[in-house]
């Protein structure tokens, strides 16, 4: 029995979180014995282990640096001494490592889900000076371990696994229904957005897109679903630029992924992604999608087989393209098909379950890493 632990720093309701829970309860059983630490808080996410029966311990961390948590983190791993610790983001990837036992530390694996160009300089040399205490750092995307690479992770520790992605849900309403809701037509169009309103997601750039297109398209609207510190700013844009009339802004929404399958186009124009579970979502939905040229969205979209992938920042691109899907109706049907027949394929759950399963079992059989102080 391999005994490991998922540290990350809460359990709201976000990517990563997502991506931690479906992999703890897909686990064998016989072979895995699992537990999920929080550093900060629980969240919506800790009724699904609840219910698959995986103990949940929340270390109650209170600053960006809180040493009493980190005592407890390492306490804790001293009593229960997995074989594996597995973290998930920046926090986590930190105080897991710092909090290592001297003798019979766990294996480490670090979980990195984006292209970090956010960190700042005292963020990438922790990340540097942490190596010593890392057998594995595995991206969810080659995007995210090429960006580790240039920073000067070694190529021999780091390793991809793919999100995995489950059937979306039906959705409650219809599509009538669901128009009814917008206050639109029943024969309204609707591009769709679902993510967090952050500038890394440039909706700025789609609003824009958004007006050119309704000169376009006279019965169309856009639907904004997710928060984020960018809502009022980009309320206000679109206000400026007077299409708001014709944008829905949803807010965060628990249904957000069966929603997506009342789109008629989703929109994905970001700047820097590490595998967008929202793209995949749209994908499994069999929604056409329309990514911005970042590594991360071509690893997923090839261009007129399963999406359309336009330059990064060309909102007259963005628009072009979601014009064309409006209008040739059987292409985009195609490209939507073609799209859920690959996540089903080859971004199963199960097969992201496995692959993460398959690195425990390899870091358990090597050397342990270079412990340093």
């Known amino acids: 029995m391999i005994h490991v632990t998922l540290l990350i720093p809460t359990l709201d309701q976000a990517g990563a979180e997502k ?4 992999l703890a309860t897909r686990l064998s059983r016989d072979e895995f014995d699992v537990e ?37 983190l390492k306490r804790h791993l001293q009593r229960h001494q997995p074989d594996v610790l ?30 970090d160009s956010w960190k700042a300089d005292w963020q990438l040399w922790l990340d540097r000076k942490l190596i010593p205490k890392t057998n594995l750092l595995v991206g969810n995307s080659q995007a995210v371990a090429d960006f ?12 991809v696994v793919k999100n995995g992605i489950e059937r979306p849900p039906v959705p409650q309403q219809s599509r009538e229904e669901f128009r009814r809701c917008l206050n639109v037509a029943e024969s309204t169009k609707v591009v769709g957005f679902v993510g967090r309103l952050a500038p890394q997601k440039r909706l700025k750039d789609l609003l824009w897109s958004f007006e050119l297109l309704t000169n ?47 789109f008629d186009v989703f929109w994905l124009a970001s700047d820097f992604e590490g595998q967008s579970n929202s793209l995949l979502e749209a994908m499994a939905s069999g929604v056409p999608c329309i990514v911005s040229d970042i590594a991360a969205n071509v690893e997923l979209v090839t261009h007129e087989q399963t ?35 690959f996540c089903r394929e080859s971004l199963s759950v199960e097969r ?21 102080g």
């Open 19 to 22: 991506q931690l829970v479906l």
């Open 148 to 159: 580790y690479a240039s920073i000067g992770i070694p190529r021999e520790r780091l390793a």
């Open 86 to 115: 597995h973290t998930w983001l920046f926090a986590a990837n930190a105080y897991g490592r710092l909090a290592l036992p001297n003798q019979n530390a766990p294996k480490v694996i670090v979980s990195e889900r984006c292209v």
């Open 36 to 72: 999920v630490v929080a550093l900060t808080r629980s969240g919506p996410y800790a009724a699904e282990l609840e219910a698959a029966g995986i103990p949940l311990k929340v270390l109650g961390k209170r600053w960006k640096f809180d040493p009493l948590c980190l005592r407890r």
């Open 352 to 372: 992201m379950a496995n692959e993460y399963a398959r690195l425990y079992r390899e870091v358990c059989q090597k050397q342990p890493a270079v412990r340093s």
């Open 307 to 341: 999406g359309l992938v336009v330059p990064t920042g060309d909102r007259v691109a963005f628009t072009k393209a979601a014009d064309r899907l409006l209008r040739e109706t059987d292409f985009a049907r195609q490209l939507g098909q073609n799209a859920a027949d």
């Open 216 to 262: 376009l398209e006279h019965d169309v609207t856009f639907v904004i679903v997710g928060d984020g510190p960018q809502r009022r700013e980009l309320e206000e844009f679109a206000r400026n630029i007077h299409c708001l009339d014709r944008v829905r802004f949803l807010g965060h929404r628990d249904d957000a992924a069966s929603l997506m399958s009342l």
